[in-house]
């Protein structure tokens, strides 16, 4: 399994937001990816949902998951 995921590679963020709209028009994203010290932001609007690099997005429930492993980092120190 491990030879498997060996050469794979994750696409940009402005890709992947990219595809994402225009096969949802009526969708607005904002993604984020984190390589070492290297950080990629795309922020993308479907037609009906233009965004600019200040718009706001709620979070919603994905803080959880976060809290979570923050917890979890913390029990294992």
Known sequence: P????RNWSMPSP?????SLTEAN?????GIGTVNGTRT???VRGGS???TTDATRFEIGSITKI??????ADMVAR
Request: glycine share 0%; proline share 8%.
């Open 2 to 5: 491990l030879a498997a995921t």
């Open 14 to 18: 402005a890709t992947l937001a990219e």
């Open 25 to 29: 028009p009526t969708l607005a994203i």
């Open 40 to 42: 990629q932001t795309a």
């Open 48 to 50: 009906t949902h233009p």
């Open 66 to 71: 976060f809290t979570d492993l923050l917890l």
